[in-house]
């Protein structure tokens, strides 16, 4: 059984940052071999892929994140993280940890979830 733990979550102003990160654990995981990514899901809208990286260290961003946000993995540590700077409005959701062997674009591309940590930005 694949488990991912979401943390970091909260509230902040605009223009703060945030920071977080998800743990992955199962016997037969092999974090280092699963594309990681960070999907959110804003209430009435679909949920939609944030950002990426894969086994090889590369990354994918949605547009609206491009220069504000970082993904970042530590197989050592089986965690991903998302650093959140300049955090708007419109950047607040349900931010979902997500892992697949394969590569990640939809969110029916993904195999496994987190259950997701809420970010809230105050203006």
């Known amino acids: 059984q694949v488990q991912l733990v979401e943390s970091g979550g909260g509230l902040v102003q605009a223009g703060g940052s945030l920071r977080l990160s998800c743990l992955a654990s199962?016997?037969?995981?092999?974090?280092?071999?699963?594309?990681m990514g960070w999907f959110r899901q804003a209430p009435g809208k679909d949920r939609e892929l944030v950002a990426v990286i894969n086994w090889f260290d590369l990354t994918y961003y949605e547009d609206s994140v491009k220069g504000r946000f970082t993904i970042s993995r530590d197989n050592a540590r089986n965690t991903v993280y998302l650093q959140m700077n300049d955090l708007k409005r419109e950047d607040t959701a349900v931010y979902y940890c997500?892992?697949?062997?394969?590569?990640?674009?939809?969110?029916?591309?993904?195999?496994?979830w987190g259950q997701g940590t809420q970010v809230t930005v105050s203006t």
């Open positions: 997500a892992a697949s062997r394969s590569t990640v674009r939809l969110a029916t591309d993904v195999e496994y």
């Open positions: 199962g016997r037969t995981f092999s974090f280092d071999r699963n594309a």
